[in-house]
């Protein structure tokens, strides 16, 4: 099986095409979506959901109003011309103020992979450093806005983002894209029912392998927010929330690995937090993980990267939960339930185990299924299911939390914060 099966690769949409068409028929209200910044996520995240999304327009449509600004022009010609958008502003604010846009979708990320690297752009987090400043922007010049994880450097920034989109009366959404899809609500909904009795514990994870991130990268640059809890953490953490119902009472320890070139900024953290009802709960999150293949340590196998792992195991009382990529459970994933020595084995592609009807099929993204939740609540339905700004705030303050117990201490505040 290759790395684009399992993945997706910049053929990804190419992929779909026998299973639904890319280009719904729009509506004529449909949501003008602007983007900012060529970023490498965007196509997944946004324009191939988009293509698919009868109220959402992102390429060329009878008006032309969508577009895109990038700080390099030039690259921002190519992202346009390649992905089919009619328009390339000057500059972000120029994208920012024109009243044709209805939202903004925030990726920003600016990432150095090595040249060796062997995992998908999928797999490259965005970096937050600018989300305060853009989402700020955004919501005065009236735009709905869809920012990347994590929402902000901090929960400062965070609660101050949220309070204007409050204010303003405006859609403000953190992407955290697996949430919406039907496999992790089926997760909840089995610890819900109580297959497996009392919860005791749970561990969630997600690291990429050597070579995926550079040494000195933006992910790998404290004073633009990086670090791996900012930018693979905030999912197994806000993963573990979610599934379990319940937020963190103390942090009771840590392990970090810094990066080299700059100790401020983890490689690596692993954490275990305290959570009520005698639960204890751990997340590992990592850049870079060590050149371990699963093939074993002979002298040739031990030096080929390991693949991601991106995985939550649940224990009860009575059983246990796991599941495989738990992050992109749209590409493949598992849901395994073990109970009195037998494992049932669970695909959750449509959400046929929840009581509640999902729209979509198994050919949606997580990607898509957020979009649907974003357009669904700018138009005034009721989303399937939301993040709301409480929920994105707490997550955090447990990172805040989390890098100030390790002594690495928490990530920069925009020093715009109260002045935008």
């Known amino acids: 099986m290759s790395f684009s099966s399992i993945f997706g690769t910049s053929s990804y949409s190419e992929g779909l095409q026998l299973t639904y068409p890319l280009h719904s ?4 209200n449909a949501l003008r979506i602007g983007i900012l910044g060529a970023a490498k996520v965007a196509p997944y995240a946004m324009i191939d959901a988009a293509r698919s999304h009868p109220g959402v327009i992102i390429e060329a449509g009878p008006d032309g109003f969508c577009g895109i600004a990038a700080r390099d022009q030039e690259r921002a010609k190519a992202f346009a011309a390649k992905h089919g958008i009619p328009r390339v502003f000057a500059s972000y604010q120029e994208l920012v103020d024109d009243p044709n846009i209805d939202a903004v979708y925030i990726p920003l990320s600016i ?8 995992y998908t752009d999928l ?12 989402t700020m922007k955004s919501l005065r010049a ?5 920012v990347e994880k994590p929402v902000a450097n901090t929960a400062e920034e965070a609660a101050s983002m949220f309070a204007l989109a409050k204010e303003k009366n405006l859609v403000l959404l953190e992407g955290l894209h697996y949430r919406f899809h039907p496999a992790n609500q089926t997760i909840r909904a089995l610890l819900e029912s109580g297959t497996i009795g009392k919860i005791t514990g749970a561990d969630a994870e997600l690291a990429l392998p050597a070579l995926t991130v550079l040494e000195k990268s933006f992910l790998s640059n404290y004073d633009a927010g990086g670090g791996a809890v900012m930018a693979l953490g905030c999912y197994p953490i806000h993963l573990l929330r979610y ?8 942090i009771l320890k840590i392990a970090v690995n810094p990066f080299a070139h700059d ?4 490689r690596s953290m692993r954490a275990v937090f305290e959570l009520p009802n005698d639960v204890t709960a751990s997340i590992y999150c990592d850049l870079n993980m060590p050149k371990r293949s699963i093939l074993g340590p002979t002298p040739f196998f031990r030096y080929l990267p390991r693949f991601p792992s991106m995985t939550i195991k649940i224990f009860g009382e009575e059983g246990e939960i796991y599941m495989n990529n738990f992050l992109c459970p749209s590409n493949y994933h598992t849901i395994y339930v073990t109970k009195n020595d037998k494992t049932e084995s669970i695909k959750a592609y449509t959400g046929e185990q929840l009581s509640k009807e999902m729209k979509g099929d198994a050919t949606w993204s997580t990607f ?9 609540k700018v138009r005034g339905r009721t989303p399937q299911t939301w993040i709301t700004p409480e929920d994105s705030i707490t997550n955090m303050q447990v990172i805040d939390d989390l890098y100030e117990n390790s002594g690495l201490g928490k990530r920069p505040t925009s020093d715009l914060l109260g002045k935008l």
């Open 25 to 28: 028929p729009k509506e004529p």
């Open 111 to 118: 990432i150095i992979l090595s040249n060796v690297a062997l």
């Open 123 to 134: 797999l490259r987090p965005p970096c937050p450093g600018l989300h305060y400043e853009w």
């Open 142 to 146: 009236g735009k709905h806005v869809l």
């Open 243 to 250: 599934v379990l119902g319940a937020d963190p009472v103390d």
């Open 263 to 266: 100790p401020r900024a983890d």
């Open 368 to 376: 898509r299924y957020q979009l649907e939740a974003f357009v669904d």
